[in-house]
């Protein structure tokens, strides 16, 4: 019953605020809702992107279910959410997000680019900002944040924050390979400390 509490929450709760968050390797927002709540908005990547990554947004709440299915309990509640742009997020944007929405190809109003230091131009590619569907929604996935009295530090700060799993996304420097990515070992003997 709780969990049902949570998941309405999320999915229809008063949007407050919504700014830029940063770091990591898609663009996403942070919201604060109605109810207190610190949630993470990843809106679904553009069907421009092509066939690549279009539906991760599926991913992230299919790994939240199979952790509890398998009660190891380590993903963050996370539910699906159409958010309307027009109404929902634009009157209680921050200054620094709404400088970020344009007008895409002069046809789609209320598309916004957010921060997001992988979206930007690399090379040949150019990353579309997230656009509105014909019905002013934007799909995605809505990450419920831990209350800071469950935090380990003082602030989590997204553009430092510690993942077992670091994974360099930089494209543009050729930079060394960090250790998760040259030991095969690296799994067992850092991240599977315990058994959960």
């Keep these: 019953k709780e969990l049902a509490g949570i998941f309405h929450c999320l999915r229809n709760g008063k949007i407050l605020k919504a700014s830029s968050a940063t770091g990591g390797t898609q663009r996403k927002l942070l919201l604060d809702l109605e109810g207190g709540q610190k949630v993470i908005f990843k809106p679904e990547r553009s069907q421009h992107y092509g066939s690549v990554g279009w539906d991760q947004h599926h991913g992230e709440i299919a790994s939240f279910h199979i952790s509890r299915l ?30 970020t929405f344009t007008t895409y190809k002069n046809k ?47 602030v989590l700060n997204f553009s430092s924050f510690l993942t077992p799993f670091p994974i360099s996304m930089s494209f543009e ?16 003997a850092q991240v599977k400390t315990e058994i959960p």
Excluded: W
């Excluded at 109003?109 to 509105?132: K, L, V």
């Excluded at 996935?141 to 003082?154: E, R, T, W």
């Design 108 to 154: 789609t109003e209320n598309c916004f680019y957010a921060t997001c230091e992988f979206c930007r131009s690399m090379g040949n590619i150019t990353f579309n900002p997230t656009c509105p569907n014909a019905d002013g929604t934007v799909e995605g996935v809505m990450i419920l944040m831990l209350p800071k009295q469950f935090h380990k530090g003082s």
């Design 70 to 99: 398998l009660d190891m309990r380590r993903a963050p509640i996370t539910v699906g959410r159409r958010i309307n742009i027009a109404n929902e997020l634009l009157p209680v944007a921050t200054p620094e997000l709404r400088d």
């Design 173 to 188: 420097k050729n930079e060394t390979l960090i250790e998760a990515m040259k030991s095969k070992d690296y799994c067992d």
